[in-house]
């Protein structure tokens, strides 16, 4: 599944569908380019349970934690996490990665319905028509790529930048729009390929109809930039097309492992700037809560190749890696009750905790805190620690504290103060 830079340019055919992938000009605020950075999103879609992993508690009263034996919090540094036998993929990635990884806990999302929750946690608002993280940082960020943002899980909210945001699709759908001998057939007959030819007429009468808008109604304003997409947008869909190599089989579910293969493979050939995943999994954990670790080790052994990967491949500075300049959170819609349910389960609890990684991370740390009983508590925004003076922390104020994190001013996207003491 390896892109190779001299496929990214191969092909001239002409932008078809593809070419509306030309992004909106909207910026509100432009970062030195040294703070651009790119953006890695895995989702953990269904709930989690922090106590088995980044918000470790004591068996209690008010409080069910994993029992089995060898289970215990393990320190890395100054970062205590909950370890256990049956995860020792937890334990491997925060011995090799601690130094760069900052836990967030105590993020209240004030409901527990999953979609509504998945909607605050990945936007930092309560609107489902606005883009999520990735898709405001592919915007200001990355809007000149292929495909500046590409969606290999199953939810995303692309909103006002849904022209620069393409899906994969659980089965990998979008190979039937970028490879017409895997589209799919129509009426019984086979998928209708472009020639040479036809492709080079098609070339021709999009650029007549480009010269022909400029010189009428396109030269200057809104309809000069929305012309100046066009062109650009054939450029980027011929790039896209060529890279179809990188994306599969159509008809292939793309499980968490092949989603960050695709994912590293994308950044490094500057198809896309962010990416969302998903880890699949079935962590809505109603029965048999015990569940929640093999999921946990299938995300961090997941979470570690990443890591390794963005660690080796090279970054867009002469002599950086990917590490360098990409932004990694990893996290959940919300959380599991702190006892548990008459069938071994635990059920929603709006309170989560997220794990953010990579380029300008205060890593090392815990930031945000909760009680003993996993309820939210009130912290010092400069610092991430508790303090009774201090503010509960909300979705709102973390996700607002990424786009600070990615050199993107959160200003007049997402309300309320910006949670940044988890950057370095």
């Given at each position: 599944?390896?892109?190779?830079?001299?496929?990214?340019?191969?092909?001239?055919?002409?932008?078809?569908?593809?070419?509306?992938?030309?992004?909106?000009?909207?910026?509100?605020?432009?970062?030195?380019?040294?703070?651009?950075?790119?953006?890695?999103?895995?989702?953990?879609?269904?709930?989690?349970?922090?106590?088995?992993?980044?918000?470790?508690?004591?068996?209690?009263?008010?409080?069910?934690?994993?029992?089995?034996?060898?289970?215990?919090?393990?320190?890395?540094?100054?970062?205590?996490?909950?370890?256990?036998?049956?995860?020792?993929?937890?334990?491997?990635?925060?011995?090799?990665?601690?130094?760069?990884?900052?836990?967030?806990?105590?993020?209240?999302?004030?409901?527990?319905?999953?979609?509504?929750?998945?909607?605050?946690?990945?936007?930092?608002?309560?609107?489902?028509?606005?883009?999520?993280?990735?898709?405001?940082?592919?915007?200001?960020?990355?809007?000149?790529?292929?495909?500046?943002?590409?969606?290999?899980?199953?939810?995303?909210?692309?909103?006002?930048?849904?022209?620069?945001?393409?899906?994969?699709?659980?089965?990998?759908?979008?190979?039937?729009?970028?490879?017409?001998?895997?589209?799919?057939?129509?009426?019984?007959?086979?998928?209708?390929?472009?020639?040479?030819?036809?492709?080079?007429?098609?070339?021709?009468?999009?650029?007549?109809?480009?010269?022909?808008?400029?010189?009428?109604?396109?030269?200057?304003?809104?309809?000069?930039?929305?012309?100046?997409?066009?062109?650009?947008?054939?450029?980027?869909?011929?790039?896209?097309?060529?890279?179809?190599?990188?994306?599969?089989?159509?008809?292939?579910?793309?499980?968490?492992?092949?989603?960050?293969?695709?994912?590293?493979?994308?950044?490094?050939?500057?198809?896309?700037?962010?990416?969302?995943?998903?880890?699949?999994?079935?962590?809505?954990?109603?029965?048999?809560?015990?569940?929640?670790?093999?999921?946990?080790?299938?995300?961090?052994?997941?979470?570690t190749t990443l890591l390794d990967q963005m660690s080796l491949r090279k970054g867009r500075q002469a002599g950086s890696k990917m590490i360098d300049d990409t932004v990694v959170v990893c996290f959940s819609e919300f959380s599991r009750t702190p006892k548990l349910n008459e069938n071994n389960g635990k059920d929603h609890w709006p309170i989560t905790s997220a794990l953010v990684l990579g380029a300008g991370v205060k890593g090392g740390h815990a930031f945000g805190a909760t009680t003993s009983s996993v309820e939210t508590t009130p912290i010092d925004f400069a610092t991430g620690a508790a303090s009774t003076s201090g503010?509960?922390?909300?979705?709102?104020?973390?996700?607002?504290?990424?786009?600070?994190?990615?050199?993107?001013?959160?200003?007049?996207?997402?309300?309320?103060?910006?949670?940044?003491?988890?950057?370095?």
């Amino acid at each position: 599944m390896t892109m190779h830079r001299r496929d990214l340019m191969k092909y001239a055919g002409a932008a078809g569908a593809l070419g509306l992938l030309a992004g909106s000009t909207r910026t509100l605020f432009a970062a030195p380019s040294g703070q651009r950075k790119r953006l890695v999103m895995v989702m953990a879609q269904g709930g989690w349970d922090t106590t088995y992993c980044l918000d470790p508690k004591t068996q209690s009263t008010k409080v069910d934690v994993p029992q089995e034996a060898g289970e215990g919090i393990t320190r890395f540094g100054d970062l205590d996490i909950q370890t256990g036998p049956t995860r020792p993929g937890v334990t491997g990635f925060f011995t090799k990665y601690a130094s760069q990884a900052a836990v967030v806990r105590g993020i209240s999302v004030g409901s527990v319905a999953h979609q509504e929750c998945v909607k605050r946690m990945a936007t930092g608002t309560r609107n489902e028509t606005n883009p999520d993280l990735c898709a405001i940082v592919a915007h200001d960020n990355g809007n000149d790529l292929p495909l500046p943002y590409l969606i290999l899980g199953d939810t995303a909210f692309a909103g006002e930048y849904a022209v620069s945001a393409g899906r994969v699709g659980a089965t990998n759908q979008i190979l039937a729009l970028l490879d017409p001998a895997q589209a799919y057939e129509t009426g019984g007959k086979k998928p209708y390929a472009t020639s040479s030819a036809e492709d080079a007429i098609i070339a021709k009468y999009a650029g007549a109809t480009r010269d022909r808008v400029q010189a009428i109604r396109g030269s200057q304003g809104y309809n000069k930039r929305r012309v100046d997409d066009f062109v650009s947008s054939i450029d980027r869909s011929k790039k896209l097309i060529a890279a179809k190599g990188g994306f599969g089989a159509r008809g292939r579910t793309l499980a968490i492992a092949n989603q960050v293969d695709l994912a590293l493979d994308a950044l490094e050939q500057d198809v896309s700037h962010t990416v969302m995943l998903n880890t699949r999994l079935g962590w809505d954990t109603h029965d048999t809560i015990t569940d929640q670790s093999g999921f946990y080790e299938a995300t961090f052994a997941a979470l570690t190749t990443l890591l390794d990967q963005m660690s080796l491949r090279k970054g867009r500075q002469a002599g950086s890696k990917m590490i360098d300049d990409t932004v990694v959170v990893c996290f959940s819609e919300f959380s599991r009750t702190p006892k548990l349910n008459e069938n071994n389960g635990k059920d929603h609890w709006p309170i989560t905790s997220a794990l953010v990684l990579g380029a300008g991370v205060k890593g090392g740390h815990a930031f945000g805190a909760t009680t003993s009983s996993v309820e939210t508590t009130p912290i010092d925004f400069a610092t991430g620690a508790a303090s009774t003076s201090g503010r509960v922390l909300t979705s709102s104020n973390f996700a607002a504290g990424v786009l600070s994190l990615c050199g993107v001013d959160p200003a007049g996207r997402i309300d309320g103060e910006v949670f940044d003491a988890f950057v370095g």
